[in-house]
């Protein structure tokens, strides 16, 4: 997720200038930041913490799931699982079909990936009684 | 946005207030349309695609039946129907995402409109031609142009690879 930064510290200019033949420079001393990188695994497991938490309320909700949307990455399935009990606790049933358009809008040209998403999500859809956008008839104009 | 919303104001300060929101639609919308409502200051109601839950609702103000259907929302998910999932979704929500990428058929009123002027512009040329330019000079009749054309063979004008060179001097003919 923190994509490494090559950033020309005071020592690594030293290193650039001083060239001499036969002077080969150390080829490891890069100046990365010393963040730790995020795993994919740890981004979704904080992801479904977020939504798992029992009294979530509207607000976080939103700021949430407009967050996640802002990522440029399609969440995972149990990151919308999460999400979808989360409006459950809600009672909030248009933000849970909503959730489903956004999450389509985002695969962008990737058709292949929405209907993935919607086959795994399919237990937990027929179980909370959520209806895709397909079938309320609002995937098309 | 400013701008389209400014020019709704516009619209109704002027002769068009009929035709614009009624106050009756204003009501049911949670999108305040009347001047002292456009707040920025205040949570508002957007469409956007990358945020997909947006701060309000887009109906605030709910009357009976909406109400119950917000009961009944509570209640397990299984029992709604369709119709009711939907009027649900559109309570909170405009425009689906679909009805948001939609474009519109402005360009053809641009094009069109582009095309009329242009049209406009070529008739004021014509008239111009006709009505204001005087007759061409003399050196440029077929006959003045044969003249000058003879000349510049005799002359060979540009012998190596230009005009002189086309003209076959044997056959006396173009080349």
């Known amino acids: ?141 | 946005m400013l701008t389209s919303r400014a020019l709704v104001r516009g619209l109704k300060s002027g002769f068009w207030r009929p035709l614009s929101s009624t106050s009756s639609v204003q009501a049911a919308h949670g999108k305040d349309m009347s001047p002292d409502v456009l707040d920025p200051s205040v949570p508002q109601y957007n469409n956007r695609l990358d945020t997909p839950l947006s701060d309000v609702p887009f109906v605030r103000n709910l009357n009976s039946e909406q109400r119950q259907l917000k009961e009944k929302e509570k209640g397990p998910w299984t029992k709604l129907t369709k119709e009711e999932k939907i009027a649900l979704y559109r309570l909170t929500h405009e425009l689906t995402y679909p009805e948001m990428r939609r474009g519109s058929s402005e360009w053809k009123t641009v094009l069109g409109g582009v095309f009329i002027f242009l049209g406009f512009s070529g008739m004021l040329v014509w008239w111009q031609r006709i009505y204001v330019f005087g007759e061409v000079p003399h050196t440029l009749s077929d006959e003045w142009v044969e003249k000058q054309t003879q000349r510049m063979i005799d002359m060979r004008i540009n012998p190596v690879g230009g005009f002189a060179y086309h003209w076959d001097y044997v056959k006396k003919q173009w080349k």
């Open chain 1, 1 to 141: 997720m923190f994509r490494p930064v090559v950033r020309l510290s005071t020592s690594g200019v030293r290193s650039l200038t001083r060239t001499r033949p036969c002077y080969s420079a150390p080829l490891a001393s890069r100046c990365y930041s010393h963040a730790k990188v995020e795993t994919d695994e740890e981004f979704d497991a904080r992801w479904v913490t977020y939504f798992s938490k029992p009294d979530i309320d509207a607000w976080e909700l939103k700021k949430g799931m407009n967050t996640l949307i802002g990522y440029d990455l399609v969440p995972e399935p149990k990151i919308l699982d999460s999400a979808l009990r989360a409006c459950r606790r809600l009672n909030d049933l248009a933000s849970a079909i909503r959730i489903l358009e956004a999450v389509k809008d985002k695969s962008g040209p990737h058709k292949d990936i929405y209907p993935y998403l919607i086959q795994e999500l399919q237990p937990t859809l027929i179980e909370l009684g959520i209806s895709t956008p397909e079938d309320l008839g609002m995937d098309i104009l």
